[in-house]
């Protein structure tokens, strides 16, 4: 469904306060649903996603509250112990699979991915629309499990409890089955679109590290999602048909089951952190106003973690039954897997070093990822030592460990991103005092959450149990008052996003005075991305880039690449004729 | 990793201009606007096959991996049900797919050279293999289903992989309600299906070939001025006259009720049937003496007015072969347990078929299990293939593809090559252990 | 729709330039013996069953000649031979990440102290390390 090109550069005032383009933005240019439904834009189909990932988090986060409401006294406070375990469940599955997994590629990599390579649209944009709707009706099939029944086995699925459950275990897994095709053509997109829409003169050593973080996870999803894929498939049909593999009674193995789920959702987690770790690269540079410190080995750290990421799964699976030799080979593994993410912490500090601080809302959001990725990678290793990890495999130690890298460090740098690249995509400022109030609330809130959940877990309290004894109950409550200030502070936040749509300041192609080419697009771009071809500059240099107004920046005197040394910029009226 | 860099694509009323179509005509109309030239379009559109085949054998591999696992730890639950597949069946399918493979690939050149015909020839021979391909998979399929070998908890087979009769669980052998292996020696029955697993079958009764057709009686047997009695009694006087009733050593016989009017011996001794438990308590069964077989008196169906019943003698079986190694053996009746050693120090042949004769080795099905696993997963990729051939098709028809545009074509042929090379794994894997 | 412009068969050489075609063309010769010799291992790789050299050793033969097979499939067929490297490097990930997967999982449930159930008499494998000793 292309539109047609304008038919002569001629400049009309779209309403672009930078001034007139030739061409009308993308959220404008076709109207009506049908155009949305079908479209090709990547852009649109971005937006698309992030709705229905925004609407996820207000879902998956209603059913965390419940969770925390629950908790704040012993025994029952508002539901039953297998309601209770419905909503743990249905917090996890929703939460992972279609907010985290998704939130940052899906719906963030596709709006800006070919606009940071200067591209017109992905690869394959019809598996891009098809990607879509498989996420679409692989949530429909999640969440419409919840009126048959819901899902109790907790979101890793483990056998026998889920042949047994009477839950419709059917329906989610379908779901959930489709949600990893999704993933899958995402990445497919995005890796294949990194190797052949990329300019002449960005080879891989000038890719922004946002696109080295996508390749990365593009690499996770092509290759782990589809043993996801095999498990979900071989339950449902373990369910439905008795072909008895993870049933121990027909000679089935149930273990089995953790190792086909955990051979992915261990790269899935990386799936989930290290496009976040891409933004915040971006992010942390803008608002330093400076080159990222060590850029080859965060770009080599983003894939070493990809391929490390395949190594660790049996992590999870240490009193298990796995044997010893197998625990062994793991811990040892898992403490490897824990140097790339330490090398980009390093990096990101030095990076803040002698920068030029601007604590926009996106900055606060980096930094709260600083402190609390940290927190959840170190309290990771702690989990990766075999005898610490037998006291403290399913107490709220490791619940508060994944919740700091899940939420702390993913949704963090989500929010951050979505806050970066929010004047771009939707041509609006939005409100920085809310924005900033919020990522304060935000990062206040989760620490008083999570942070007594290490303290109960040391201590001994166990994971998915809706009864305690007494003497947690003071971390308990601080935890679930936590929650609300985190989901108050999310709820306002996502409003305030969504409402600058229609009330916000009208935005100028860069707003923070960004090096990367999709800052060279208009705010928004239209439909195919450039109104004229980007002109490529050296990677992260903000030497050029002045503040003429608020929120808006140009390049005065450009730093063009030279062709002769190897990478080449295309300057206007030099485009392919 | 060197990638050719593109320069960047003006979109800017830009229509053809980057069409570099080789002097041969108009660029085709399927290059779409985001790609500079046709080459573009196709190298962008083979990396992103190369990665779906990448996931595609990481989605078989979970199988794989479950092979390997139940292969290294129970290797003689492969070694006994791998008999039950045909290898013809299964070499026949490698050849159609390895034909198929072949008529793939040609597509591809058939499209890189401009050749119509011999595209559309190619894509439909591929789609006939793949249905012959299904079509084999089906009769082999079927065959499990009707024989209850199956995956899970219905694996109930009625033969052993060699060809034995078993227990079974639930009777499920198609066909026969139950049969029997006689043992002359003891007069007794020492293997057999049977309906009522309660049943115990250790016990010296007889399990009666239940092969009973309508056996017609006509009321002139009540004869002997008895009036015509009620079909019941007819009948039972009618079945005793056949045989002679003698008792099993040990068994005390039960008095029959009601014919000794009809009754008339052969001369013979004692003027009762033993009865006998079978599997049904309305089948009354009679032993035959002098080595005749079985008879089955069929009792239930007195609510009938005319009854016609027909049973038939089994002939007893023959003495057993000298070479027949399980001839001197007892085989144990209880479900499940493997068969006892033999006479004679057996060639690994000989040692291969008494493991296929006895019974299945505990958790046999989960070799079918992933048999089903893999094979089925297999034919949806086979089905799948076929949807997408059958569209190329008719794309080709429609004369869409060129030396320029064959990017489906030859995408699909990669899918179909994988898909070739997945079954050239399994077929060794499944069907040739030793 | 470009006109229907035939090639010759001199188009169907090996070392023919691809600069006419977007991508190698696999002439009739490669194809065809490609196909015959999968067709020729096919039948030798069954009629290896017949003979009996030792449970391993013939799941061996019959796993070196089904490699032997792929090869042929992903190198022609396929035209991994003719096409760009990085197109082998992604199928060769695929096949180690699958590798690893076994090699790992069948690692650690070799290590389960169990009975073989075909040898019933031998006794369980001594597990790795030493034995923790209660108390």
Redesign the interface.
């Known amino acids: 469904m ?1 539109t047609q ?5 001629a400049k009309v005032d779209y309403g672009y306060p930078d001034g007139p383009t ?1 061409e009308l933005d993308y959220l404008h240019a076709e109207k009506g649903l049908r155009s949305w439904l079908l479209t090709l834009d990547h852009k649109r189909i971005g937006l698309m996603y992030l709705f229905g990932i925004l609407g996820s988090l207000i879902v998956g986060g209603a059913f965390a509250l419940l969770v925390r409401t629950e908790l704040w006294a012993p025994g029952k406070t508002i539901v039953s112990q297998d309601t209770y375990n419905q909503f743990f469940t249905l917090h996890g599955a929703v939460m992972v699979f279609l907010v985290i997994i998704p939130g940052i590629p899906a719906a963030l990599g596709n709006i800006i991915l070919p606009i940071q390579l ?4 992905v ?3 019809r ?1 891009n629309l098809s990607s879509f709707y498989l996420w679409s009706a692989g949530a429909l099939l999640l969440v419409g499990a919840i009126p048959f029944g819901g899902l109790d086995t907790g979101w890793t699925l483990y056998t026998p409890y889920s042949l047994e459950t009477k839950t419709p275990v059917l329906i989610a897994v379908s779901g959930v089955f489709l949600l990893g095709f999704s993933s ?1 053509f995402t ?3 995005m ?2 679109t990194i ?10 050593f000038q890719l922004p590290l946002n696109v080295w973080a996508i390749y990365a996870t593009a690499i996770m999803q ?6 996801l ?3 979900v ?2 339950l449902a ?1 373990e369910r439905f ?5 993870f ?1 121990p009674t ?4 149930p273990v ?1 089951f953790q ?2 789920f955990w ?1 992915y959702s261990h790269p899935a987690v990386y799936i989930m952190i290290i496009p976040a770790m891409g933004v915040i690269s971006e992010m942390i540079s803008t608002f330093s106003r400076k080159p990222v410190f060590g850029y080859r080995f965060v770009a080599y750290s983003s894939v070493s973690l990809a391929l490390l990421s ?2 660790v799964w ?1 992590h999870h699976m240490f009193v298990s ?6 625990n062994m ?1 793991f811990s040892a593994l898992t403490f490897t897997v824990g140097i790339p993410s330490a090398i980009k912490v390093f990096n990101w500090v030095s990076t803040l070093y002698k920068g030029d601080i601007r604590l926009k809302t996106p900055m606060l959001y980096t930094l709260s990822f600083l402190l609390l990725f940290t927190i959840g990678g170190l309290t990771g290793l702690f989990l990766g030592i075999l005898a610490v990890d037998v006291h403290l495999h399913d107490t709220y130690f490791v619940v508060a460990h994944f919740h700091y890298v899940m939420m702390g460090s993913t949704l963090v740098a989500f929010l951050g991103a979505l806050h970066y690249w929010w004047p771009k995509f939707t041509g609006r400022m939005y409100s920085e005092s809310v924005g900033r109030a919020c990522a304060i609330g935000v990062f206040f809130g989760f620490n008083l959450t999570f942070l007594p959940q290490f303290v109960m877990g040391a201590r001994g309290m166990p994971r998915r149990y809706w009864d305690y004894d007494p003497q947690y109950q003071i971390y308990h409550q601080l935890s679930t008052i936590g929650a609300f200030v985190l989901g108050v502070a999310i709820l306002i936040t996502v409003i305030s996003l969504v409402s600058s749509f229609w009330t916000g300041k009208k935005a100028f192609r860069n707003p923070w005075g960004a090096s990367s080419l999709e800052w060279q697009a208009p705010s928004p771009p239209p439909t ?1 991305n450039f ?1 004229k ?2 002109v490529l500059h050296e990677l992260y240099n903000y030497d050029d880039l002045v503040e003429i107004g608020e929120d808006r920046w140009e390049r005065q005197a450009p730093t063009e690449v030279d062709p002769a040394s190897g990478s080449s910029t ?1 300057t206007p009226g030099d ?3 | ?1 060197s ?1 050719q ?10 229509e053809h ?2 069409g570099d179509d080789h002097g041969h005509g108009h660029a085709s109309p399927f290059i ?3 790609y ?1 030239d046709a080459k ?1 379009q196709f ?3 083979k ?2 096959i190369w ?2 085949l ?3 054998v ?6 794989f ?2 092979y390997i ?1 139940y292969r290294y730890h129970h290797p003689e639950i492969y070694s006994y049900a791998h008999k039950y597949l045909d290898v013809k069946f299964g070499a026949i399918n490698t050849a159609v797919l390895i034909f198929s493979s072949l008529t793939a690939a040609w597509a591809v050149r058939c499209a890189q050279l401009n050749q119509r015909r011999g595209l559309i020839l190619c894509l439909a021979a591929t789609i006939v293999c793949a249905c012959t391909f299904l079509g084999i998979k089906y009769v082999e399929y079927s065959h499990k289903v009707h024989e209850h070998i199956l ?4 694996f109930d087979p009625c033969v052993s992989s060699g060809g034995r009769e078993l227990l079974t669980k639930g009777n499920n052998c198609a066909g026969t309600k139950s049969t029997v292996v006689w043992d002359a020696g003891s007069q007794a029955a020492t293997y057999g299906c049977y309906t009522d697993i309660d049943q115990d079958p250790r016990k010296p009764g007889v399990q009666a070939s239940c092969q009973v057709t309508e056996y017609a009686v006509s009321e002139a047997k009540g004869a002997e001025g008895k009036p015509a009695a009620k079909p019941t009694e007819t009948l039972k006087a009618a079945i005793t006259e056949r045989c002679v009733e003698e008792p099993l050593p040990g068994e005390e016989p039960e008095p029959v009720t009601g014919h000794e009017a009809g009754h008339k011996q052969a001369g013979e001794a004692a003027p009762h049937a033993q009865k006998f438990p079978c599997w049904r308590p309305a089948f009354q069964p009679a032993v035959c003496k002098k080595g005749v077989g079985i008879l089955v008196e069929y009792g239930d169906h007195a609510e009938r007015e005319d009854i016609r019943i027909k049973a038939e003698c089994k002939a007893a079986p023959k003495a057993p072969d000298p070479g027949d190694l399980l001839a001197d053996r007892q085989q144990q009746l209880a479900l499940g347990k493997p068969a006892i050693q033999p006479r004679h120090e057996l060639t690994v042949h000989e040692a291969h078929e008494l493991e296929a004769a006895g019974a299945p080795p ?2 046999t ?2 070799f079918f ?2 048999y ?2 893999m094979t089925g ?1 297999h034919g949806i990729h086979v089905l799948f293939g076929i949807g997408v051939f059958t569209w190329l098709l008719i794309r080709a028809i429609k004369g869409q593809f060129t030396p320029d545009y064959f990017g489906p074509v030859d995408f699909a042929a990669l899918y179909w090559h994988i898909v070739d090379l997945i079954w050239i794994f399994l077929f060794p894997l499944l069907y040739l252990i030793h | 729709m470009s006109a229907a412009e035939t090639h010759d068969d001199h188009h169907d050489d090996d070392d023919h330039h691809d600069d006419d075609h977007i991508s190698h063309v696999a002439s009739i010769k490669v194809l065809a013996g490609t196909g015959g010799a999968l067709l020729v291992l096919t039948i030798v790789t069954v009629l290896a069953t017949k003979v009996d050299f030792g449970a391993n050793i013939n799941l061996g033969i019959a796993m070196a000649i089904a490699t032997l097979k792929a090869t042929l499939v992903v190198l022609f067929f396929m035209h991994l031979k003719y096409d760009r490297l ?1 197109h082998s490097v992604v199928f060769v ?2 096949l180690l ?1 699958a590798a ?2 076994v090699s ?2 069948l ?6 102290q169990q009975t073989n159930i075909w040898n019933p008499d031998a006794p369980p494998a001594a ?3 030493p034995r923790p000793t209660s108390g």
Do not use: C
């Open positions: 292309a090109p304008a038919t002569a550069q030739s200067g591209a017109p649209d690869a394959f944009p598996l899958i990445g497919l997109n890796l294949v190797h052949k829409f990329r300019p002449q003169g960005m080879g891989w092509v290759l782990a999602t589809p043993v894929g095999i498990t498939l071989l049909v048909a008795h072909i008895g593999i049933d027909l000679g089935g193995d089995l190792h086909f051979f395949f190594l049996g039954g796995q044997s010893r030799l197998a080979v195919f109104e071809p980007p295309v485009a392919h004729q | 990793m990638d860099l593109h320069p960047p694509h003006d979109d800017r009323g830009a201009g980057h779409q606007h985001h500079d573009h190298d962008a559109g990396l992103g990665l779906f990448a996931q595609e990481l989605f078989f591999s979970a199988l991996v479950a696992l995956f899970g908890r219905y505990e958790h099905n989960m299990t992933i089903f696993a997963l | 990085f990930g695929a990440a690893l997967f790992f999982t690692m650690d449930s070799n290590q389960y597990p790795i390390g």
